[in-house]
């Protein structure tokens, strides 16, 4: 099937990841000033860096963004709220948490609901989008579906599908029953094992319009050797 997009289609579905624990400083700085150069949608790093990460996207509109609760999810809700505040006072802009996948699975509906609406309501307050992380791997179908409705009558940015930490990542069946259990306004994001252009565009084509990825130059490479770009931004048709 033939598909249209340019460059910045691409490159603005993409939070570049950088969340693994062993990344030194200098591995992060060199994570955002990549991030910068490809110009894609946020970089998503480790909490503690988020203010730095805030300083070398200065004057770009790559978004700093981060994790809550991440990657397991156990955290007490007053714990991700404090970590909410801090990322907000660091400068993050788009914050990625981890549902109580516990609880979830113990069937306390409320506790999940209630945590949800919390952290979403402190990460609005503060001028910031939330995006929800079911963790997939661990949930079966109806929880899924009551996760994507309870995401949608709180009124969430993002559902996401997975940490990228847990026994199993982003699947096309999973973003497409995502897609078609939230409300329009509620976008998916598909995160864990999305490493080539090809599985991207899977994702984008099941209705994910934001991954996470640390393969970002190898993908907005691939892009742009199909389109035949020398410089992002024209919109040709590709195969």
């Not at 990625?96 to 609406?117: C, F, L, P, Q, T």
């Not at 929800?132 to 940015?157: H, M, R, S, T």
Request: proline share 3%.
């Amino acid at each position: 099937m033939t598909i249209s997009y340019s460059y910045s289609d691409i490159a603005k579905m993409i939070d570049h990841a950088l969340l693994s624990p062993a990344l030194t400083a200098a591995e992060l700085d060199a994570g955002c000033r990549l991030a910068r150069r490809y110009d894609v949608a946020s970089v998503c790093l480790l909490p503690y860096y988020v203010r730095r990460c805030r300083e070398l996207l200065d004057g770009s509109d790559v978004q700093p963004s981060t994790t809550i609760g991440f990657p397991h999810g156990a955290h007490a809700t007053a714990v991700k709220l404090a970590e909410v505040e801090q990322a907000l006072k660091d400068g993050a802009t788009e914050l990625d948490m981890v549902i109580n996948i516990s609880k979830a699975r113990s069937g306390d509906w409320g506790y999940v609901r209630g945590e949800i609406e919390a952290l979403t309501r402190a990460t609005h307050a503060g001028g910031a989008t939330v995006k929800v992380i079911f963790e997939n791997a661990y949930l079966d179908e109806p929880a899924k579906v009551l996760l994507c409705d309870i995401c949608g009558e709180i009124g969430v940015d993002w559902v996401k599908t997975s940490t990228g930490f847990a026994s199993g990542g982003a699947t096309v069946a999973d973003v497409r029953l995502m897609r078609d259990h939230t409300p329009s306004h509620v976008h998916v994001k598909a995160a864990g094992g999305v490493r080539t252009l090809d599985a991207l565009l899977a994702m984008r084509e099941a209705g994910a319009n934001r991954v996470g990825s640390s393969a970002t130059a190898d993908i907005l490479e691939d892009c742009r050797r199909r389109l035949g770009l020398a410089v992002p931004g024209e919109t040709v048709m590709a195969q």
